[in-house]
């Protein structure tokens, strides 16, 4: 894990509970994160394993009825969980600034892109609208969109999906924050335009110096784009390290399923392999290990009691073969 | 999906609007009305209080509606008294609509607690017979012409305000306000810069409707003796002709159409913006939209 120096942000023992009506939903539970500076992260899971809502919680923007229960993110010093929700608007888009996974219903329909982009700025930095416009054409040159006086006074239906994903990267990248969450940023788009979209993020990583935290189900994106990865399933950390060691020797039988269930085009299979079962239900999850029900290895303590994140060959595991 | 997602340029939302053609005549009519209480002084030979002839006539040459009983040029109040009507109509409207949307929309995007208190006064609203409490109102704080706008202001917003929360109501959960979240922006933005340009088309249609209602309240108010002595209006002109119906019926008929066509026209107006914003009501009918629809 090492570069324990120049962390950008950590999030410790991070838990964020949705009070419903007769249960509580443990959407995250005691995640630890840590994102070094200039260094893209991938949070990687299936899909309501926790990943969106740990990436929110860093804003707190978590929607009702979660609530971030206890946990600490430390932001250049600070955490971010007990600052004045004034301050906090001020670090929102400034400092931490977010990429969302829908690139059509996250612009809004009534508003010019350019004024969409010129916004952000206007709120940060204070300076007015002429100025700002011309600022946000800037921008829309640097997330390559052509000819940007046209564009900027286009609405969001006028423009592709690709387009308007590179409209959110701008809106981002549009007060030169220091950590980037782009919540599953390629999701929404086709293959080719997906491509584009990625090395532009590598991009303005190198170019801005800033930390990413890439969230996204696709083992593919994490292995093209990411330094480090977490593997969450149902709420938890399963298994971290760096990309290469997990890709090559993966530890946790859950990323192992995972890795084992991704199609290549240099291998044949004949059938696609699965992880048997589904995603246990966070409201009452299996007690010991959450991924027991379902793990091919599982032994009479995972059913038990459940295993911690301990650092084993360079990497994280939460699993008790690793004991 | 969203309404607001139609934008296409002047020229075309006037021909999508000229496409209707009722909502065309509605505002060609309200239109002449409009440049008629702006020319008042100008076009009116007489001024609406002075008698300048004898008494009783009918509609004739020299006085094209007549005189009253008193020998006034009733073609003169009726254009003196349009003045009344659609200022009344129009700033009233205005004042009904600026209220609604500021109650619905800070109700609808805070919710809890504030929302059931603004919601619960909107009720009560409701709930008052408008035109009697309007009499009341006005014989309190007396019969002015701004002090009838605030009247019918007043009572008026209520329709607006739970339109304009309905949509705050589903907006607010939309993801383009999330990510206006993300880049720090205030309550204040994220109601009326963020949701509000998407909520208020509900809200213009209700306005405009509300027009026509602010001028037959005002009508009501002056024919029963509420009216502002000083700025005759039709309705006053309506309740002095009352006495003389059976003998003048020129005193009765010419002002009660100047009501009767301005409300028309104005309901035609809103009905016209109404049927542009929801494209699904007519366009079927005319074979496709015109401009660009996103759904």
């Not at chain 1, 009825?65 to 430390?74: K, L, Q």
Request: glycine residues 10%.
């Amino acid at each position: 894990m090492g570069r324990l120096a120049n962390r950008q942000l950590e999030v410790k023992d991070l838990r964020t509970y949705f009070f419903l009506r007769n249960s509580v939903l443990k959407a995250v539970d005691e995640v630890c994160i840590n994102i070094g500076e200039k260094e893209i992260v991938g949070i990687v899971g299936e899909s309501g394993s926790g990943k969106t809502v740990t990436a929110l919680s860093i804003l707190r923007l978590v929607p009702f009825p979660g609530r971030i229960v206890t946990g600490e993110v430390i932001y250049k010093g600070r955490n971010l969980l007990e600052v004045e929700e004034i301050e906090m608007r001020k670090i929102r888009g400034k400092q931490i600034s977010m990429v969302f996974q829908d690139p059509m219903t996250f612009l809004n329909p009534v508003m010019k892109v350019g004024d969409q982009i010129a916004e952000s700025i206007m709120i940060h930095q204070g300076i007015e609208k002429k100025e700002a416009r011309e600022q946000a054409m800037r921008l829309l040159e640097s997330v390559l969109i052509p000819s940007p006086e046209i564009i900027v006074d286009y609405y969001p239906h006028q423009l592709s999906g690709g387009m308007k994903q590179r409209i959110l990267i701008a809106i981002a990248i549009s007060c030169g924050p220091s950590l980037i969450i782009a919540d599953e940023p390629t999701t929404a788009l086709d293959v080719t335009v997906q491509m584009q979209i990625l090395s532009m993020l590598k991009d303005i990583k190198n170019r801005l110096s800033t930390s990413i935290l890439l969230v996204t189900h696709d083992l593919g994106i994490v292995a093209g784009v990411c330094d480090r990865a977490y593997v969450m399933y149902a709420g938890k950390v399963a298994e971290t390290g760096r990309v290469l060691d997990l890709y090559e020797d993966p530890l946790h039988p859950y990323t192992r399923g995972l890795l084992r269930s991704t199609l290549s085009i240099d291998e044949f299979k004949e059938e696609l392999e699965t992880i048997e079962g589904y995603v246990p239900s966070l409201i009452s999850p299996p007690t010991g290990c959450r991924f027991n029900p379902r793990c091919p290895c599982s032994i009479e303590i995972c059913r038990k009691e459940e295993p911690k994140l301990l650092s084993k060959k360079g990497k994280g595991v939460a699993c008790w073969l690793y004991r | 999906m969203l309404q607001g997602t139609t934008r296409v340029s002047r020229g075309q939302v006037w021909l999508k609007y000229a496409s209707n053609r009722s909502a065309l005549l509605g505002i060609v009519i309200l239109s002449f009305f409009i440049i008629l209480a702006v020319l008042a002084p100008i076009i009116a030979r007489h001024a609406p209080f002075r008698i300048v002839a004898k008494g009783l006539q009918p509609p004739n040459l020299a006085y094209p509606m007549g005189t009253d009983d008193l020998g006034r040029d009733i073609l003169s109040g009726f254009l003196f008294g349009s003045r009344v009507s659609i200022s009344v109509g129009l700033t009233a409207a205005l004042f009904s609509i600026a209220i609604g949307i500021l109650v619905g929309s800070v109700s609808g995007f805070l919710g809890g607690s504030i929302d059931d208190l603004f919601m619960r006064g909107t009720d009560f609203f409701i709930m008052l017979p408008r035109f009697f409490l309007a009499m009341f109102l006005a014989t309190i704080f007396g019969t002015e012409i701004y002090i009838t706008i605030v009247i019918i202001g007043v009572l008026s917003w209520p329709g607006t305000a739970r339109l304009v929360r309905s949509r705050f109501l589903s907006l607010k959960e939309k993801e383009f306000v999330q990510s206006a979240r993300a880049i720090g922006a205030s309550n204040f933005l994220l109601i009326f810069r963020e949701i509000l340009p998407n909520a208020i088309s509900p809200a213009i249609v209700n306005g405009s409707l509300e027009v026509g209602n602010a001028i037959l309240l005002e009508a009501g108010l002056s024919f029963l003796g509420f009216g502002d002595p000083n700025n005759p209006s039709w309705g006053f002109m309506l309740s002095i002709a009352q006495h003389f119906l059976s003998i003048a019926w020129w005193m009765a008929v010419f002002p009660g159409i100047g009501i009767f066509l301005t409300i028309l026209a104005a309901n035609l107006v809103g009905e016209g913006i109404n049927e542009m914003t929801e494209p699904k009501s007519r366009e079927w009918r005319r074979g496709g939209p015109i401009g660009k629809q996103t759904t």
